[in-house]
């Protein structure tokens, strides 16, 4: 009865390479982030969809690319990998209209090699 | 633009002792104010949270106040345990201004028995 389930849960790859990493919520809520975690354990938001509509892009490289397919699902691809890439990935998900809190997954380590 | 301060850590206490993590943010209008804690290897949970001034959010023996004067929440719990070792955030979100939850750079906590 995972709430926000993400997949992989470790990822190991070469530079160069293109990867995906999926995020599942089964708590209904309308709106999903995506969220990067550096090395010193640093948090900052990605993007955010709320009801399958991008409404938060921070200035992140355009090899990032969030896909939707629906309200449940918010998946990660990333192009052409570079070893900066390397960090912990965490997907969120809240509920718009009732509450500003959010819930996390258990993240995804990601290492560029 | 919004931002959050907190104490660098690491911070290293016995078992029962007191503690404190001090947080002060920044941000145009009255956000609200949460904190997060991070066990290791896994992803985020919310401690506590607190939205409007001088409101006190608590859960687990910890206790943060809402400081609307000091622009400041910060964490406290009277006896800390081996099992608090966890990375602590304080974030604020701001309804209606950037959407997204800010959060501060993490302090790492180390109870020893």
């Known amino acids: 009865d995972t709430a926000v389930s993400q997949t992989p849960k470790y990822l190991v790859t070469q530079m160069g390479n293109d990867k995906s990493i999926k995020c599942e919520q089964n708590?209904?809520?309308?709106?999903m982030y995506w969220y990067k975690q550096d090395s010193k354990k640093f948090l900052k938001i990605m993007f955010s969809?709320?009801?399958?509509?991008?409404?938060i892009n921070e200035t992140v490289p355009n090899r990032f690319s969030p896909k939707s397919p629906d309200k449940a699902h918010l998946n990660l691809h990333i192009n052409s990998l570079e070893l900066g890439d390397s960090a912990v990935y965490f997907c969120?998900?809240?509920?718009?209209?009732?509450?500003?809190?959010?819930?996390f997954g258990p993240g995804t380590r990601l290492t560029v090699l | 633009g919004d931002s959050v301060t907190q104490m660098e850590g690491p911070v290293t206490l016995s078992e029962e002792a007191f503690l404190t993590i001090n947080c002060t943010y920044t941000?145009?209008?009255?956000?609200?104010l949460f904190w997060y804690v991070q066990y290791p290897g896994e992803g985020l949970q919310l401690l506590l949270k607190?939205?409007?001034?001088?409101d006190k959010g608590s859960n687990k023996g910890f206790e943060a106040t809402y400081r609307k004067e000091t622009t400041s929440f910060h964490l406290e719990k009277g006896s800390v345990q081996v099992s608090d070792s966890a990375v602590y955030f304080c974030?604020?979100?701001?309804?209606?201004?950037?959407?997204?939850?800010?959060f501060g750079k993490g302090t790492k906590l180390t109870v020893n028995p």
């Open positions: 969120a998900s809240r509920d718009w209209t009732s509450t500003d809190t959010q819930y």
């Open positions: 708590l209904g809520h309308d709106t």
């Open positions: 969809y709320n009801n399958k509509e991008l409404i």
């Open positions: 941000a145009t209008g009255y956000p609200s």
């Open positions: 607190a939205t409007k001034a001088d």
């Open positions: 974030a604020l979100y701001l309804q209606g201004g950037s959407e997204k939850l800010v």
